[in-house]
Each structure stands twice: as structure tokens, then as C-alpha cells.
């Protein structure tokens, strides 16, 4: 799972919180690839019934796609910087899908928090090109270009009165247990409504694709990699000239060590991460 930063400081709330954040970005992320899956089966005429029956584990093969060109066209050309190398491209992007469903949670590296900026960039440009269509009119007859379809796609694409959003609400029990521990952290700085007030706006941002900039990537500091390689960051890092106000936070191990004296203590050692060695849900 991606480590959130800047946690409520409630354990349940923060486990409600990461998963929430986390499946929300894995759906987004499995449509994404779920789409050039199917317009590719399009393409090859192997559209058909029974493939609008399986599941995203049965139409689509990692293994298959982390070694497509045509993917790492397409993950270049949107959610990666101009100078990142295509070879890296899939598995730079799965990479990420893959860290969001592992098991424990995880700082991605650089490259994979620029994917998830335009991944999450993307999203909320697609909502806002819909409604601004929407709003020109773009989709007033469309009932007719959907005459014959099943009743569920037409309403679908037709109901041109509903606005699409960036907000998925948290489910209410969930969301309860939520707020209530944002306001039980706080309550120490203010209090009624104002302290309701600030808790609900809390939970809201969890709940509003937009604010995911803030709440996943706080930093901002893989947009670096639009200027500068990978490489070239991390030797500008030591020379103190990227600019980055707040050291990212490490992935973190401890492990027991004894010293020569028999004396027992516990080392920590930052590690690197293969999202592919990472065990999923």
C-alpha cells in the first residue's frame, strides 16, 4: 500500500483512511489499464459477449503487457517526464499498481510518485473535460446515437442533468469513526463548531480526488524529474540544488543486532523496493 503522509495519528482512522485512499487509486489505475486491454481486443476483433463477462484478473495479463511497446507508448507519452527512458516505462507504471496492492505500506520511489501525480492529474482532467461538455451542450442528443442500447449504458452517457464529480464518499460507518478521531486529535485546539467544522473538511478531503496532490504527494518533488534524470536528482539531492524543502521519508527496516559486548539493540536501514518482490492483498 502507499504510505500516506501526514496520518491523523488514530490507528483505526489511519487503516480506514489507507485503504480508502489506496483502492480508490488501484480502481483508477485498473481502468486505465483495463482500457487499452479492450481496445485492443477491439482491434484484434476479439471483443466479443463473453469478454464483457470476465473480471480484470481474467481479461488482463501482467506479464504479458509489462513487456508491450505499445503500452510504454502510452505511459511515456501521459504519465511519465519526456527524458524517462521507455524501456523503464511499464515497469516503472506497474511497478506503482503493484506497490498500491501490497500488503504492508510503502514510500514509492520518484519515478512511480510522478506516475501517480498523472495518474491522479488525469482523473480529475477527464471529470472537469465532461462537465465542461456537459455544459457546451456536447451531449444533448446523444439519446440517439445510443438508440437500441441496453438501458443501463444509455443512462449512463445520456443523463446530461448529472454533473460527474471527483468526490467518492467514504462509507458512513467508516466515515464516523473517522471524523470523530480527527476531532478527539484536536480537541485540545479547538472546540463545537469549529472543531466539527475542521474534522468534517478533514474527512471531505480524503473523499475529493482533487486534494490526492496534498494528501499522496505532499512534496511535489517528482515533478523534478521534469527537469532533471533520476540520476541527476539524487546527485543534486547531496549538493543540496533541488530545492526540496522536506526530505522524503524512507522506507524504513529494524532488525535485532548484538554488539561485541553482548549487548542487544536494534539497527535501522533504509532499503530499496522492487514493487515486484512485494506481497499483495
Known sequence: MLKIPNPIGNEKADAIVSKFVNDRLIRIMEDIILDEVVWKMA?????????????????????????????????SMVYLPDNYPIERANRTFFGLYKL???????VPKLAMEYVLYSVIGKEVGEVDLINSDMMDGLFDNLEDDFDGFDDDI???????DEEY???????????????????????????????????EYTVSCYENLR???EIC????????????????????EREGDTGRLVKAEKNIIEFPFKDKDGNQTNVRAEFDIDPWDLEED
Not at 498500491?100 to 510503502?106: S, V
Not at 504527494?217 to 543534486?236: G, I, K, R, V
Open 165 to 199: 464529480t471527483t468526490i467518492e464518499r467514504i462509507p458512513e460507518a467508516d466515515r464516523i469513526i473517522v471524523k470523530n478521531a480527527v476531532m478527539e486529535v484536536n480537541k485540545e485546539g479547538l472546540e463545537g463548531e469549529e472543531l466539527e467544522d475542521m474534522a
Open 43 to 75: 482491434e484484434k476483433g476479439e471483443l466479443d459477449s463473453e469478454a464483457a463477462t470476465k473480471d480484470f484478473d481474467e481479461l488482463v495479463d501482467l506479464t504479458e503487457l509489462i513487456t508491450d511497446m505499445d503500452f510504454a507508448e502510452m505511459v
Open 154 to 160: 444509455e443512462d449512463d452517457f445520456c443523463d446530461g
Open 211 to 213: 486534494e490526492y496532490f
Open 217 to 236: 504527494l505532499p512534496d511535489s518533488d517528482c515533478l523534478l524529474l521534469d527537469n532533471y534524470t533520476e540520476q541527476e536528482f539524487l546527485d543534486a
Open 100 to 106: 498500491l496492492k501490497a500488503k504492508k505500506e510503502y
